[in-house]
């Protein structure tokens, strides 16, 4: 075994600033964590979610010790398991970053409460105009609003960090949609588990 | 299009404007697409060649550069907006022929906890084109809606759409209660939806899933006309 090896966390590039605030809280993670994120564009194209995973681990996973996953099922429909499994990897538990955000408890009591809701996290309020409005074409094409948001009543703003800017235009959002509007600071939520053999675990080299 | 683009539709001969009508339902132009379904049934066309031959087989193309990567999302639904366009003039005269040429009744429907039907939307608009009447349940079914269809409409095929891997597993539940009442035998079931695929499908027993749209009313036709061939060789 190469004793020098990292653990690898690869994640949705939609976390990354919530995956390095919790790298930073932890300074002993730094050392034994090498983050690699994937494009956070692959929110609204999930089918590329396995596959790139896959990709990244084919050429890259035996760089690591292990390797952790930070994405939920995300949509994959049970293919970024597969790709888990493979390389005997592990994932945060969940359908979605909006039910680890919110804890799956409380995730499933909005969506009982409402199923047309919206969610929103720190990254897609920061990022809204790139991944909502461009990446789902509603710039070029704004009469497809309804194509898509049809079914939704709802915008839930699942915040992780407080920011009133943030707040401000998601609130904004869910008035220029026509939306109920619904702000939950949550925190990181269980995100921080994917940290958690890794903290307890000694790495190979310390061991020796 | 520029001025100096432009033409008149009414000047290409018929696979000229069969051409161009793909073409214009592949850059999403409802209107083009419109006037030239109106002038192939001026021409005398039938309308289940309209169809087709322009509608259907320009979103076949739409279809394969999808799954290719080369159009996504909101592009094909600006081309599934436009066939819209030539299927409202179209569907009156089909409605009028349906008893001849229907392939029977489809019941479509979004599963129970899932408010997503695009990908449903688009199913049921190939299904028509291929000459399936369609039943569309809207979203948020729970078993019993598709039992009170069946029993309503009696459908040759009933089909079931999730986009979230939440919301699949329920397609089980409204597959086992038809086995249940031994529906399964008279009535096909296929599922579709982005999280789905073959392997999901073959474990809560959907023998067909759709993986897109048009390869969804291309199988559900194929079993159709399978089944119309095996009654008539008894």
């Known amino acids: 075994m190469n004793t020098d090896k990292k653990r ?22 730094s050392d034994k964590v090498k983050l690699q994120c994937l494009p956070a564009s692959w929110h609204n194209k999930p089918q590329l979610i396995a596959p790139g995973v896959d990709d990244y681990l084919a050429k890259h996973g035996n760089l690591y010790e292990d390797v952790y996953i930070a994405y939920a099922d995300c949509g994959t429909g049970g293919a970024l398991d597969r790709v888990i499994e493979k390389y005997q990897a592990k994932r945060i538990g969940g359908a979605h970053c909006y039910e680890f955000f919110a804890g799956s408890e409380a995730f499933h009591e909005m969506a009982e409460q409402e199923l047309g809701t919206f969610y929103l996290t720190d990254y897609l309020v920061k990022n809204f105009k790139r991944l909502m409005i461009k990446g789902m074409g509603l710039d070029r094409y704004p009469e497809l609003f309804d194509v898509y948001f049809a079914n939704y009543k709802k915008l839930v703003y699942l915040a992780q960090t407080e920011n009133e800017q943030w707040q401000k235009e998601a609130a904004q959002y869910a008035k220029d949609w026509g939306f109920k509007y619904e702000y939950k600071l949550v925190g990181t939520g269980y995100l921080d588990c994917v940290f958690d053999d890794i903290e307890i675990m000694p790495l190979a080299s310390e061991e020796n | 299009m520029s001025e100096e683009d432009d033409f008149d539709l009414n000047e290409l001969d018929d696979k000229d404007l069969v ?17 030239g379904t109106e002038i192939l049934l001026s021409r005398g066309w ?89 039943i569309d349940l809207g979203i948020n079914n729970p078993v019993e809606n598709y039992l009170e269809a069946v029993d309503k409409h009696q459908p040759v095929i009933v089909g079931m759409s999730a986009l979230l891997t939440t919301t699949m597993p329920y397609m089980g539940v409204v597959s086992e209660e038809f086995e249940k009442r031994g529906l399964r035998k008279d009535i096909h079931m296929m599922c579709g939806g982005a999280p789905l695929n073959q392997e999901f499908a073959d474990a809560i027993g959907v023998p067909a899933y759709g993986r897109d749209a048009a390869r969804s009313a291309e199988m559900a036709e194929t079993h159709v006309r399978d089944s119309m061939n095996k009654r008539e060789h008894r």
């Open chain 1, 8 to 29: 690898l966390v690869l994640g949705c590039g939609a976390l990354v600033y919530d995956l390095l605030r919790l790298i930073e809280q932890n300074p002993g993670l």
């Open chain 2, 19 to 35: 051409e161009q009508i793909q073409d214009d339902l592949y850059d999403g132009l409802a209107d083009e697409v419109t006037e």
């Open chain 2, 46 to 134: 039938d309308a289940n060649d309209v169809l087709g031959d322009a509608l259907v087989g320009g979103m076949k193309i739409v279809g394969v550069d999808f799954r290719d990567g080369i159009l996504f999302v909101p592009e094909v639904l600006k081309c599934a907006g436009a066939m819209k366009g030539g299927m409202k003039i179209l569907r009156p005269i089909l409605a009028e022929a349906a008893e001849d040429t229907s392939l029977g009744k489809f019941v479509i429907g979004t599963v129970k906890g899932d408010i997503h039907d695009i990908g449903k939307n688009l199913v049921g608009m190939m299904l028509e084109g291929a000459g399936f009447e369609v």
